[in-house]
């Protein structure tokens, strides 16, 4: 596994355009990312993971302008996408009818617009990336497998699970060890807040304040 600086990321580019799997630090912790248009490459992420493909991986995206060709955007997701992207949030978002979903994203699937180094990678890959946290999938995951925050941490990964990382993108320390926020977006209904992580909840209530904001249980 190589190991990248952050100005090396259009090396990490050519990688994922080969079909390669690239470990990529967060605010939050490391991801495994490859392109999701590549089965083999995806099944590759589902694989080093233990993960069912019955769960699916995030679909990460350069911009909310993407999102709005690929999805069916509802105006509570239109406001989302305006007022916290790029971030650390997530949307579950049904695809537009005239779009094929991607198998390893699922549908609806669940949507990021990152920003920092994964950000960055993305614009620079030209096309959605599937992703993942750098660590073993529950219930296969035991109380030691932590998702990784150094790339130090994420070669351990590489080492016990022979994953196939083709390089690791050294950001130094991810500080917030934490989830994504996630909010359920249907299409023509409100958005409901499904977890709450890096994003607060209060700043989803007032991106959507013009709406009344998500059903927060």
């Known amino acids: 596994m190589d190991v990248l600086t952050p100005a090396q990321l259009p090396d990490a580019a050519r990688l994922l355009a080969a079909g390669q799997m690239v470990a990529v630090p967060t605010p939050r912790w490391y991801m495994l990312c490859a392109r999701a248009a590549d089965p083999a490459a995806t099944n590759a992420v589902f694989r080093a993971k233990q993960r069912p493909t019955a769960k699916p991986l995030l679909l ?62 993305v614009a620079l890959a030209g096309e959605p990336l599937a992703a993942a946290v750098c ?40 500080p917030h060890g934490r989830h994504m926020t996630i909010v359920d977006c249907p299409a023509g209904a409100a958005a409901r807040l499904e977890r709450e992580g890096a994003v607060h909840a209060r700043a989803v209530e007032a991106a959507l304040a013009p709406t009344g904001g998500p059903h927060v249980g």
């Open 60 to 121: 990460v995206l350069d911009s909310p302008a993407t999102a709005e060709i690929l999805f069916d955007l509802s105006a509570d997701a239109r406001l989302l996408t305006c007022g916290l992207w790029p971030a650390d949030l997530a949307l579950r978002l049904p695809w537009k009818p005239a779009v094929e979903p991607v198998a390893a994203v699922g549908s609806p699937a669940l949507v990021g617009c990152p920003d920092g180094i994964l950000g960055q990678l």
């Open 135 to 174: 660590s073993i999938s529950t219930p296969a995951a035991g109380e030691k497998d932590h998702p990784a925050l150094t790339a130090g941490q994420v070669a351990v990964f590489e080492r016990t699970m022979r994953a196939g990382i083709a390089a690791v993108v050294d950001g130094g320390i991810c």
